[in-house]
């Protein structure tokens, strides 16, 4: 196993535990898919907390593992051959561990691609179209006086709960009865439309009953539970 000592970021944030995989991440939506992710699968894993109010995404040692700029970033000091791998993007990290393990994926080539699919539903629909409700009901955008644009991310996030809620009708996940990593990519973006934008009343939440009886079933999962609070 190399040393996680020649990665730049590690001068910024020290790895007290480099035979761990380093996390490197907030409790926002993307976020906490990585460590609720770590959490089901029990990896030992090291959480830094890079704080966007001191601005830590833009400085030269995060950009060195995300040069997007984005969280969350994973270090696997145990990648493919024994050496160590840098990612970010929450879709190629859940992708990433899921793999490594065997877990929460299907071991079958359709059912893999098949789960594939929704987590690309989240990271193309679901993830940007509730992002910019957000902006437009909770922050700067609510200030607006022309709510057309707050009103064309509403009609397309009700449509993306609607496909999502006919996927769930008799389903207790989106892959039926197998939990996996599609549910962690999608239902934490839920979660934070309804509860941390808000905007529950703006979609008519309530009509999508199957999705919200799944959001139910997932938030009360014990490595949700503590993933969602992961960086403290």
């Known amino acids: 196993m190399s040393s996680l000592a020649s990665f730049a970021i590690t001068r910024k944030w020290p790895a007290r535990h480099p035979d761990r995989i380093q996390l490197y991440s907030l409790p926002t939506p993307n976020g906490v898919k990585?460590?609720?992710?770590?959490?089901?699968l029990g990896l030992p894993y090291e959480p830094h907390r890079v704080?966007?109010?001191?601005?830590?995404?833009?400085?030269?040692?995060?950009?060195?593992?995300?040069?997007?700029?984005?969280?969350?970033?994973?270090?696997d000091p145990n990648g493919p051959d024994g050496k160590p791998l840098a990612l970010f993007e929450s879709g190629a990290i859940l992708v990433y561990l899921a793999s490594k393990t065997g877990q929460l994926i299907p071991a079958d080539t359709a059912g893999r691609f098949e789960t594939l699919q929704w987590v690309m539903f989240q990271m193309g629909g679901i993830g940007p179209m509730f992002g910019q409700l957000g902006f437009f009901?909770?922050?700067?955008?609510?200030?607006?006086?022309?709510?057309?644009?707050?009103?064309?991310?509403?009609?397309?996030?009700?449509?993306?709960?609607g496909v999502l809620d006919k996927r769930l009708d008799g389903r207790d996940w989106v892959m039926g009865e197998q939990y996996t990593i599609a549910d962690i990519a999608i239902l934490p973006w839920v979660r934070n439309l309804i509860g941390f934008y808000g905007a529950g009343d703006l979609v008519d939440f309530p009509q999508f009953r199957n999705v919200a009886r799944v959001l139910e079933t997932f938030v009360a999962r014990p490595a949700v539970v503590k993933g969602l609070t992961i960086p403290a």
């Open 34 to 40: 990585v460590s609720i992710l770590l959490e089901e």
């Open 51 to 75: 704080s966007f109010d001191s601005q830590d995404q833009f400085t030269p040692e995060f950009l060195s593992l995300s040069p997007n700029n984005k969280i969350p970033a994973i270090l």
């Open 137 to 161: 009901h909770k922050f700067a955008g609510k200030d607006y006086e022309d709510k057309r644009p707050r009103d064309r991310y509403v009609a397309e996030s009700k449509r993306l709960l």
